[in-house]
């Protein structure tokens, strides 16, 4: 009489794969992808984000300047002039020092031809009584557009963030 073996072991069947319960060396290439696409998909979203911020904080310190000339005419009881340089994107704030915009912006100006010293630089003149030649100034990065109105009567300074229509 035979008796049979059963045999349990690596060797019962020579051309079976086991699994261990772990991962496959695609499965680990799967995610790994996946992985990366969203880190490149966060890291686009936070470089635009960061450049809207610092756009946007440049059209908030041209119209504190803008208000600060303003307030200087006011306060000094004489005219004052704020000063801005399309060619060079470079603005004038109250005490004359230059600043340059952030790279990526262009900046643009709309004010009264007489107020215009030369044909790159616009002004706007504030008065004593706080009103203004008025104007607007306009700030660009790619399709945004930040608007920065002056009021001729009242010299009151809004900002306006818009996206461009192409």
Not at 83 to 112: C, F, Q
Request: charged share 20%; no cysteine.
């Amino acid at each position: 009489m035979r008796r049979a073996v059963h045999q349990h072991g690596p060797s019962a069947f020579p051309h079976a794969v086991r699994r261990t319960g772990g991962f496959t060396l695609l499965e680990m290439l799967v995610v790994i992808l996946l992985i990366g696409i969203a880190a490149a998909a966060v890291a686009v979203s936070v470089t635009q984000g960061l450049a809207s911020a610092r756009i946007n904080a440049a059209s908030g310190e041209i119209a504190a300047a803008l208000r600060a000339t303003r307030a200087q005419a006011i306060v000094q009881g004489k005219e004052q002039h704020f000063d801005v340089d399309v060619r060079a994107d470079t603005y004038s704030d109250p005490k004359r020092k230059h600043v340059r915009l952030p790279k990526g912006l262009k900046l643009s100006i709309t004010s009264a031809l007489e107020d215009r010293p030369n044909q790159h630089v616009g002004r706007i003149r504030f008065f004593p009584d706080g009103s203004s030649t008025g104007g607007h100034i306009i700030l660009r990065s790619g399709r945004r557009q930040w608007r920065i109105n002056v009021s001729w009567l009242t010299g009151q300074v809004a900002v306006v963030d818009r996206v461009v229509a192409q």
